[in-house]
């Protein structure tokens, strides 16, 4: 049999007789006190959260006729008393603990409702320094570890959400709480304040520059728990960070199947390459299978970038995840619709165009409401044994480089708009990334190679098969830019790209063997240009 301590046992139901309410989100409050209350629960209140209860007419105690003490310090102290942690912490079957309880007039609390002051709702929104500390709350997180930690008497409930499974648990065993969900609710608490702080702690650490903490913690909310992971046999589920910047995470899905892991995974690439591109200058689609673009294009519309992006590789692109830099119109989604396609991603659709997709049932349609700004500081997390990898988000952006020709001969003025947007591209390409270019749209790309020259090998070899398949005589490489997402050890790789048609290279610089890349590039005529920036994906 499970113990408290010293022996005690931990008893399967427990009366439900006074309950403590203080929150900041009032969902639900309302329903939910008034349901303790005509379940004969006293209820106990502190400030605002009082207040509702009784301009609804709730018979409601204020804390501090519990605690004999004001509310003081702008509310800052308020539940921090014996009378409210002895409440919480004791346990009733000993008797040592009664006898406290006895001699110093402490009340038993069976019920705790607590949620925390919108720390991260605050600090999201912009707030200055004072008031993102001024929103930390200390009483909540106090009272909720303590309701937790003692859950073998007290039901701690920190999300809306669960209401009404308390009041029906309460319904369902005369009044009393099962020890069950008790520690369901619990563990759910703990979780919730060791996420508001670590939200607390690494907000802090970015307002003071500390990029590497001592220590970092990582915090989120289930937004969905996955069929399956990576593979069926892996077991998944969504979390959401509270981060406001637009994406698959923040995206409204307007129809189509639930999305598993893989669709996230890979939206969220499509979505991150497609932001690189501003609608007010260019309309862009990326089309991407397995994290990786299959083919990415600029055009006047977005039926005419899905229509080169298509062309890139169109094997690949079947049941591949299309994203669109601008508002999707009943013109892209006729063409996308043409083949199986399992995830569309925007910052907004038509009527007319949702209205094309829905004849597709299967196919998930997501709205985000904006773009992605590659600009935007952030972290990028990866789990291996014993530990965590954390790095700041990749934001360098081509437009913000000092680009550097290195060759004899300059690139021309259409040869410089393909090399940017290649790498632009290429930034989102699994390493080593080459990226074939032409005319603001990718003809060819090599991804996820031991050797750059595989990469430029397999490039070259999609591209011949795209020409193909578009009916071409010309191979589309002929004329186009190449990028690299990184330096050329070697002059093979860079020759690989000319033999295959490329004129123009756009590359970060920084090899050993720079001198001998570039004489290269001269003697076979290309234009080169150094970014001076790096951006391996593994």
Known sequence: MAVVSKGVPVPPLVS???????????????????????????????GGTRKTLADAGLPVKD?????????????????????????????????????????????????????????????????????????????????????????????????????????????????????????????????????YDAAVSNWLASQIGNEAPDYRAMGGKLAEVMRYGENPHQSAGFYTTGERRSGVATARQLQGKTLSYNNINDTDAAFELVSEF???????????????????????????????????????????????????????????VKIFTEVIIAPAATDEAIEIVAKKKNLRLLVTGGLADPRAAGLAIKSVAGGLLVQSRDNGVIDDLDLKVVTKRAPTAQELADLKFAFRVAKHVKSNAIVYAKDGATVGVGAGQMSRI??????????????????????????????SDAFFPFA???????????????????????????????????????????????
Request: proline share 4%; charged share 25%; aromatic share 4%.
């Open 16 to 46: 439900v007789k006074r309950a403590l309410l203080s929150v900041s989100d009032k969902t639900g409050l309302l329903d939910f006190a008034r349901g303790l209350s005509e379940r004969g629960v006293e209820l106990i209140s502190t």
């Open 63 to 195: 804390i501090s006729e519990v605690t004999g003490f004001p509310e003081i310090m702008d509310g800052r102290v308020k539940t921090l008393h014996p009378m409210v942690h002895g409440g919480l912490l004791a346990i009733r079957d000993d008797a040592e603990h009664k006898a406290a309880m006895d001699a110093h007039g402490i009340g038993g609390i069976d019920l705790l409702c607590v949620n925390l002051y919108p720390f991260e709702d605050t600090v999201a929104s912009g707030a200055d320094y004072a008031t993102g500390v001024e929103n930390i709350d200390i009483g909540g997180p106090a009272m909720t570890r303590a309701a937790a930690k003692n859950h073998a008497y007290v039901t701690v409930v920190v999300d809306p959400a669960d209401y009404a499974a308390v009041l029906s648990a309460l319904d369902e065993n005369n009044g009393q709480s099962p020890i069950d969900l008790r520690k369901k609710l619990a563990q759910k608490a703990f979780a919730r304040t060791a996420a």
């Open 278 to 336: 501003d609608p007010k200058r260019t309309k862009a689609v990326a089309i991407i299978k397995h994290a990786n673009p299959c083919g990415v294009a600029e055009g006047a519309s977005l039926k005419a970038a899905y229509e080169l992006a298509l062309r890139c590789d169109p094997v690949s692109a079947f049941g591949g995840i299309v994203a669109l830099n601008d508002t999707l119109d009943a013109e892209a989604a006729e063409e996308i």
């Open 454 to 483: 595989d990469s430029a090998r397999i490039a070259a070899r999609k591209a011949l098969d795209a020409t193909e398949a578009a009916g071409l005589s010309t191979p589309l490489t002929k004329g186009c830019v190449v990028a």
């Open 492 to 538: 093979d790789g860079l020759l690989s790209a000319a033999e295959a048609g490329a004129t123009a290279v756009i590359q970060p610089g920084g090899s050993m063997r720079d001198d001998e890349v570039i004489a290269a590039a001269d003697e076979a005529g290309l234009a080169m240009v150094l970014t001076g920036m790096r951006h391996f994906r593994h």
